[in-house]
């Protein structure tokens, strides 16, 4: 098992910028995938954005240009880097960890989520 905690949320102005975490514990042997998601009310969950175990990155367009994702692996923690944040990133964001491969994936673990609220 994978224990996920986001951590780093909170109420920030427009134009402003947040750096979620995601601290894993447990047994992280054999994840291939990390990513964020989100989840506005009334809305479904989003992705957001992909780190991979070999250190590509993708992105949504509703973050290309403004979000970064990483990783410190001595931490066992990614992060979400948000730039030039607008109303419409208000949400409950998520980190989810993903075992195994593409094709067969063995662990699909999912953090409790912070809330990030966008608002002057």
């Known amino acids: 098992q994978v224990q996920l905690v986001e951590s780093g949320g909170g109420l920030v102005q427009p134009g402003g910028s947040l750096r979620l975490s995601c601290a894993a514990s447990?047994?992280?042997?054999?994840?291939?995938?990390m990513d964020w998601y989100r989840q506005a009310p009334g809305n479904l969950r989003e992705w957001i954005a992909r780190?991979?175990?070999?250190?590509?990155?993708n992105y949504a367009d509703s973050g290309k240009g403004r979000f970064t994702i990483s990783r410190d692996n001595a931490k066992n923690t990614v992060y979400l880097q948000m730039n030039s944040l607008k109303p419409e990133d208000t949400a409950v964001y998520y980190c989810?960890?993903?075992?195994?491969?593409?094709?067969?994936?063995?662990?699909?673990?999912w953090g409790r989520g912070t809330q990030v609220t966008v608002s002057s």
């Open positions: 447990g047994n992280i042997n054999n994840i291939y995938a």
């Open positions: 989810n960890w993903l075992r195994g491969t593409e094709d067969v994936r063995t662990g699909n673990y």
């Open positions: 780190l991979t175990s070999s250190g590509s990155t």
